[in-house]
């Protein structure tokens, strides 16, 4: 089945994806889900919330979310949109759908003058190979999570 991408208000993310969020949210199973959508909703007012979401049909099949930041803090000159999550449901999950996904937040975040967009990957995965493969990727930093015991 086609797959269609367009701009999702985080209301809608909020309402139409709860199973999204949670099947993304076991996937990964890092942590516990635990969203603060009144942060998503200032900055949605703000003009600075991207978030898009793909459909198969009626049923929202994958979402992308991220921020923009029109200036940071050590390099004044660089605007750029982050990626907070990306995530398509197994069943849906293909080249096709991921790159209208993509595709969709960085045309957005062009539009907002943002010069690059960070996406994260978890390491090893198949997203980070994909973005290891592609030439219009670079890797220029890799995270790394401590554990701060209390």
């Given at each position: 089945m086609d797959v269609r991408v367009d701009r999702l208000?985080?209301?809608d993310l909020q309402e139409q994806g709860e199973a999204l969020?949670?099947?993304n949210g076991q996937e990964t199973g890092h942590r516990e889900l635990d969203i603060d959508w009144s942060v998503y909703s200032l900055a949605e007012?703000?003009?600075k919330l991207l978030v898009f979401g793909a459909w198969?049909?009626?049923e929202l099949v994958g979402y992308v979310a991220g921020f923009f930041v029109d200036k940071h803090i050590q390099h004044q000159s660089w605007c750029y949109a982050q990626v907070d999550?990306?995530?398509v449901d197994p069943d849906h999950r293909n080249a096709a759908t991921c790159e209208q996904l993509m595709s969709a937040f960085s045309r957005a975040a062009r539009s907002l003058t943002a010069t690059s967009v960070?996406?994260?990957?978890k390491a090893g995965s198949a997203f980070e190979r994909v973005l290891d493969s592609k030439d219009r990727f670079t890797k220029f930093e890799v995270f790394y999570e401590e554990q701060i015991e209390w």
């Open positions: 208000r985080c209301c969020l949670e099947a007012a703000a003009h198969a049909g009626e999550v990306f995530y960070l996406w994260g990957a």
